[in-house]
């Protein structure tokens, strides 16, 4: 293995053939990443003349976060079940890991990256709307929002615990300075404030964890991890020194504290209702979509990582050199060698390399490693179900006192959070009793994610919108609203009542999805032998949980309807007949039809859960 | 000068055993080293009044988390170790702290323009 | 023998830590802000010296370089900008001392409990004499993985387990994005505020706009046609839809246009005519919009025609046809534009 | 460590006296490390004796005066000394309101700072206190360091003058070190190495061979780098810590005695080690013009061992080489001072920020084109190389960083001897002046056993 060898692989990873990029290359799969970076550097270059004053950032913004969206290319990636030949084809999502293994690419992070550009779509002409960046700011906010955006891209697509740290940072400390955008004000600087040192604080914990659970098994890759946890654990658990245990478990516990601030489960939640309230209401719907999706999506990639062997997958330019062998200029060294030095650590799975290796010889190997983890996932398990349970009802429970609506939905946010933690819990608690079942728990958060994203960015900008108009986020000042305008509160209550889950609206294929998975789950692992119940108590706290917000969400909806205007309000100065409305109903549109499409997202959401268990 | 010294047992000194004293250092003296970091900065974290005491207790964790990845990568200290990672990682992290500390001292700034204070615990208007 | 029987590795490493230690202790204890960044200072370099220790050159250098060098000067230029009398030392209450140490404490106790728990932990290496040059000096080695060339790990004794084979490119070049971001970001909370904020939030209200316009009955009547009509188009798209006409058999048209058009729809791929009807629908849309004086609903209303050309040019159908649909429609945008600029006052100037 | 002083040299000494000290003993490891430390106070110390009173008379010619002429005879030879003698004799004061710690530490912050960064730099082929892999890095790092020591003594005074001063001070060295971080990544790019001993031999030769003159960007970079090493250190035109004309003396406004002392050592240690810096990366650091110690046959060969006097000469005479280039790079520093008038800290920052930041950035991508499409230079390092290219350099390390059974055939494959006992290695190792060598040969060095090494 000389220098040369080393770089001309080193240029296959990246491009997937030493003399064009591949449609299989990790370039390639990066580009939507590489198209917001080019969004941020134009919007700066554009500054830099004369000219560029006078362009409005918002439209290079959004036409940044379409083209990402259309490389991103959901309705190419996300389709029915791929048969083997489909799948060696280089153009097809499959799991690949790309930058010599610091990122994987595979259809989950196509959905949920897909799912943070059309909300980076939505959010750039909400800001618009809502007038938050003027002119003169706007290239920072819109800078800010994007680079957070790739910080989230790289949470969903993070396969080493480097990039899981970096990636938190990439996303978390733009949003510190979004919390705190309106910087003349009191309220806002403190919610920066609170927000950076609480969250500089949980990074700093997470890396120490990190730091722990690399050291002892001298390796930060995931996938690696996992291998090496099985050997750890291959001889049953009563073979591991306790020593070794509490290590792991030590540092499991510091790495979640760490996930658990980004997702802000309780106890860990501290800061949300606070940097809610002080920051504006469309920081918080960047907070609470964007935010939390890719949290998710990081705690799916880290629980599932961890404790499940990685599926087979292509190393970047292998079906390209297959399928085009007799290509003049594909490699000047031989592609095997690829797989063998990068892909190394997906050594027992990739060995056959090809399509074949489905069902190849590498598959026995998997089996015992897949059980020898099991003791991860049960413990990974718990501690995400605890950590919903005790969110989910806190959540609320402390929803209910609250007189802010931005309040009272930051609530709300950390409620659902812990909905959304339910299904990872069932998921790994599955993997490798009920691989099936637990892709389907999957879909079902990758369907609650989409329709989260529409109720969650619709409630926000009728806050919004309503601030703009009298100067107020009391929930109050809020009342006999329907007098006024009347369509707002028709597409608030609409999105409050998808929040609650109520049957004709999208938000309850969400729960339905959820509860679902987690009946899955309880059945599975109780079938299986495994102590299964705190599964069961999952379902049951979701829906006592479901019934008790329904009473703070309606009060909203009674205050608005029902109570009379207060004699005190400052005028208010608002048309349901205007682009603010014009988008409100854009947005509730899909919270009142999705259930119509089910299918069509089912579908998509099958496909995103298809390559993460083998 | 500060290269660890490897010499004792290849100069003839190899009547220094594990029981004698000094003890060799191994991983685990680097750990305590950087636990104790750790915990001084989260208590410094939890008890500074000072947005930027607080500050200070977070570079002090940070750097806990490093002197253990150096540590888990050191090839002086044990034979399988986490090898260049732990060294790249404490590089990252270096310079992931720069861009945190920058930011959070940025918005420290604004806090006191906008309180005249310093003091976290003036941070009260936000709660419920 | 007594300086060569030194172990200078554990002397040295006691006097590094015993003042990283101790002065992150002091950092701890002191209330004065000003030494306490003077004692994270010394606790930093001194940890810069385990780094050097422990055979990590660069990232010794990195440390007194960026944190020592940078971080810390900017905390202290943070300090002295904030430095009144009255920030300088702010003493933490006793209650918080002693929950802080007890939990401290407990921490510590466990962390370094867990530290002595794993056994290659707290073995030492025998033989570092079998240390080679390429291992032991690592900046080479850094900026071969720096650019994703790993030559530490090609050797690992376990050949399906050679961990972290990992390059380091990606994180190093999309750590300068993140700088880049984090720059403006902070750029943007430092800066002053500017006069003559333009912000939704800084306006004041907005004022009432005036209640009492009026409309000729020419727009009325035209914008209430034009939703009939739009309807209408949208109900006749559906319907196509639901019941696709017949080009061959019993059914089939026996007017020529009808033929032709049912040949058209046929040739047309199967979402133009459901997206047409929810073109005709949000026309009708525009129109409401419209009558509520919004001026947004006539350039959408100029739009919509564009984008059936659009789609229509797209498919089989020929952009003939296309200019055709967008005259046609756009021809009734038209005479209401020039309907609501006529009369006085114009009804456009009453819109918002 | 040390081989200033050569061990050998010493023990031979003590030899002729009667004694017997053995090289590889603890006495000889003991005495080499205390004349290493004793050598290199006195170049701060008594270097900064030095340029202290050579400060006084460029000052005076150029004002067209005659600067000090009384205390030990005609040119003023002792006149710092007197004033030395002065100093310690004053009273130290700490004023009122001053941080007493903080006060009566920051000078040695400074000092010590400077001081450190010494350790690293060699001023001949091997002779550095501690031969660093990243000397370069270390020892910009640590110069950043020096900063600490003002601003703390512009807050601890407890005057506004002196947190004026600190603040500027702070401002201008964070910001300067941008430029100098990528000027100095210049020559670190085209050596292919950190390491300053590297940086050093690579432009052994002619002075053509010299860096500065390798290509037009390195040439350039060199004033770059000159100009944001005077800021780097705070001296005139950039002296805004202490602009004595705004701030009464800055920083060390409350400074007297002893204590002020030490700033000045630190400020003139750190000029003569920017000066050095400079020599070593753009000027050839220790090789003359012409190499004519090379062509008689008395400097150390690559890659040779043991030790002669001729060689030791040649060292020596690569010292004093090394020390006037520094000295001379020190006085155009003093002639600077005393000729531009101070800038405004608008015009430091627009310097830095719009001048050298992006003229040090061109010259980097400059030379790194340069370097990757091999323009021919006058000096294409191949007498360092000994042909091989970079890309070769590289890729020993590969080789080396594999398993012992593939090392060996690849030493075997590129006629390194094989690399037997590790015994055999550490003597190589030893005493070889050369021990960088190694890093270009990409022998699977083996770090040699404590004693053996750092007492030669």
Redesign the interface.
Known sequence: MNLHDLVSQLIIDSTGSASLITPDSSLRAFLPELVICATVLAMLFVRLFRVGRYVDMFWIALAGSIAALYFAAPWDHLGAVLTADQAAHPAAVTRMEIFTGMLVYDTFSVYVRSALFLFAILFVIFTRLSGIPDHEDSPDIYTLVLGATLGMCLMVTANHLLMVFMAVEMASVPSYVLAGILKGRRQASEAALKYSVYGAGAAGVMLYGISLVAGILNTAHIPTIALTLAEKFSGGLSAVPSGELMVLALGALLISVGLAFKLSAVPFHFWCPDVFEGATAEVNAFLSVASKAAALALLVRVALGMGVIAPTGFAPGERWAKTHQNAPATTPTSTDKTTDLFYIAQEPVTAAGAAAAADSTAEPAKLPAMQSLAPVRSFTAKLIAFFAIITCTFGNLAAYGQTNIKRLLAYSTIAHAGYMMMPVAAVVAMAGIDNAGAARGIAGLAIYIAVYLFMNLGAFAVVAFLRNAMRSEEIADYAGLVRRCPLTVVCFSLILFGLIGLPPLSGFIGKFAIFASLVDGWRAVEAAGQPGFYLLLLLIVGGINTAISLFYYLRVVKVMTIDDEPADRPPLVYSDVSLAGAYLWLITLPTAGLIVAWDWLSEMADAAARNLIG | ???????????G?TA?DMDSF??????????????????????????????????????????????????????????????????????????????????????????????T????DH?D???? | MLLAAIDWHALLFLLFALVACGFGAAVLLTSNVVRMAFYLTLCLGATSGLFFLAGAQFVGAMQLMIYVGGTLVLLIFGVMLTAQARFISMKTGAGEWILGAIVGSSLLLLLVRAGFSVESWRLPRLDRDKITLAEGQTSTAIGLALTSVRVDKLSAPNEKLKPGMSGYLLPFVIVSMHLLVVLIGAGYMARTKRLGVNRATDRPVAQAPPRDRDRSFFVSAGLASGMIVNLLLAVGCCWLVAKPLAITGNAAPTNQFLLQLAKAIDAAPSWLLPTLGLLFLANVLLLVVVWYWQKWGVVGLVIVPLVMAFLIASTSLGQAAAVTIALIALAPVVLLILLLCSGRPTAWSQME | MAQFLNVEVFSRLAGLAGGSVSADSWMGYAAAAAIHILFLIHVVAVGALVFIWLERKVAGRIQDRLGPTRVGGKFGWLQTLADGIKLIAKEDITPKDADPLLFKLAPYVSFAASFTAYMALPFANGWAAQEINVAVFFIVAVLGLEVFGVILAGYASGSKWSLFGGMREAAQVVSYEVPIGLCIVVPVLIVGSMNLVTIGEAQVGFFSNWLIFHDPFTFLVFFVYFTCAVASVNRAPFDLAEAESELVAGFHTEYSGLRWSFFFMAEYGSMFLVSGLAAILFFGGWNGPIPIFHMIGWAYEQGETGWRITGYIAQVAGVLNFMLKAVLGVTVMMWVRWTLPRLRIDQVMTTCLKYCVPLAAFCFIGAMLWKVYDVSSPHDLHGYTYGRSFAETRENWVLASEDNASRAVGNALRGVPESGTTEAQANSNRTSPHAHASVGRGTPDVTAPLAAQEVN
């Not at chain 2, 090839?75 to 861009?99: H, N």
């Not at chain 2, 204070?117 to 976290?120: F, K, L, Q, R």
Request: charged content about 15%; glycine content about 8%; hydrophobic content about 60%.
């Open positions: 000068m500060l290269r660890p010294p490897d010499g004792l047992v290849a100069d000194i220094i000094p003890p060799p250092i191994t991983v685990s003296h680097y750990l305590v080293v950087g636990a104790v970091l750790f915990v001084l900065g989260a208590v410094c974290m939890a008890t500074k009044r000072n947005a930027l005491g607080v500050l200070m207790g977070i570079e002090l964790v940070l750097n806990g988390a490093n002197l253990n990845f150096v540590a888990f990568g050191s090839r002086f200290l044990r034979q399988d170790t986490l090898g260049l990672d732990g060294e790249l990682m404490a590089l990252f992290v270096i310079v992931l702290a720069a861009a945190e500390a920058a930011v959070a001292l940025a918005i420290a700034l604004n806090f006191y323009n906008n309180h204070t310093i003091d976290v941070a208007d936000l709660k419920g």
